[in-house]
């Protein structure tokens, strides 16, 4: 972090102070929150959680995980990706989708929806399994009218304490007119 550009580091710290005020809320004492594998964040024990930052927005979730395995959450700046970038990430059937999406709904930038899913999928799937997992390993779609989106794994799932297999991640997702933000928290078994 110490050669990042001055604004990275802004929101490097930024996010970071979000996340500790979240924390709080949960009665954790704080501690630095320091890059773990992959640049994930370390978590203190216990706790499971996922930061986002784009330009002008920082946010942090957490909960405790007696409450949730995983949580993932991404924002991005609400306008179409760049050229090229819809195809490295999304695999054909999602294509065709999201053509599908913006011929209907062409207020919403459905490519970057998508992306910023992935990068939700990505957040609540490394810290769970340790194992990284592309943009072409998760079949992500939207439902366009109560805002929730689901992705299926298309690699091998994970098991769960209880025996069940997280195959796949069901989330929400929000497209206002700076942003694109979507969330995913999944329960832990036995959880209320």
Same mark, same amino acid.
Request: glycine content about 10%; charged content about 20%.
């Given at each position: 972090?110490?050669?990042?550009?001055?604004?990275?580091?802004?929101?490097?710290?930024?996010?970071?102070?979000?996340?500790?005020?979240?924390?709080?809320?949960?009665?954790?004492?704080?501690?630095?929150?320091?890059?773990?594998?992959?640049?994930?964040?370390?978590?203190?024990?216990?706790?499971?959680?996922?930061?986002?930052?784009?330009?002008?927005?920082?946010?942090?979730?957490?909960?405790?995980?007696?409450?949730?395995?995983?949580?993932? &959450?991404?924002?991005?700046?609400?306008?179409? @990706?760049?050229?090229?970038? $819809?195809?490295?990430? /999304? #695999?054909?059937?999602?294509?065709?989708?999201?053509?599908?999406?913006?011929?209907?709904?062409?207020?919403?930038?459905?490519?970057?929806?998508?992306?910023?899913?992935?990068?939700?999928?990505?957040?609540?799937?490394?810290?769970?399994?340790?194992?990284?997992?592309?943009?072409?390993?998760?079949?992500?779609?939207?439902?366009?009218?109560?805002?929730?989106?689901?992705?299926?794994?298309?690699?091998?799932?994970?098991?769960?304490?209880?025996?069940?297999? &997280?195959?796949?991640?069901?989330?929400?997702? @929000?497209?206002?007119?700076? $942003?694109?933000?979507? /969330? #995913?928290?999944?329960?832990?078994?036995?959880?209320?």
């Amino acid at each position: 972090m110490a050669e990042a550009v001055p604004k990275r580091r802004r929101e490097f710290a930024t996010v970071r102070a979000c996340a500790r005020e979240a924390l709080g809320l949960l009665g954790v004492p704080a501690a630095p929150i320091l890059p773990g594998t992959r640049g994930a964040p370390g978590w203190p024990t216990g706790i499971v959680g996922s930061m986002t930052h784009c330009d002008g927005y920082r946010a942090a979730a957490v909960a405790s995980d007696r409450d949730c395995v995983a949580i993932g &959450v991404d924002a991005e700046p609400h306008g179409p @990706l760049p050229d090229g970038v $819809l195809e490295a990430v /999304a #695999i054909p059937p999602e294509q065709s989708r999201i053509a599908e999406l913006t011929a209907v709904h062409p207020a919403t930038h459905w490519d970057r929806l998508l992306f910023s899913a992935k990068e939700s999928v990505y957040k609540a799937w490394f810290p769970l399994t340790g194992r990284p997992l592309g943009f072409e390993d998760a079949h992500v779609d939207f439902d366009p009218h109560d805002r929730r989106f689901t992705a299926r794994l298309l690699v091998p799932g994970h098991a769960l304490g209880d025996g069940r297999r &997280v195959e796949g991640f069901e989330g929400r997702w @929000l497209a206002g007119a700076e $942003l694109v933000i979507t /969330a #995913i928290a999944l329960s832990t078994p036995g959880a209320a």
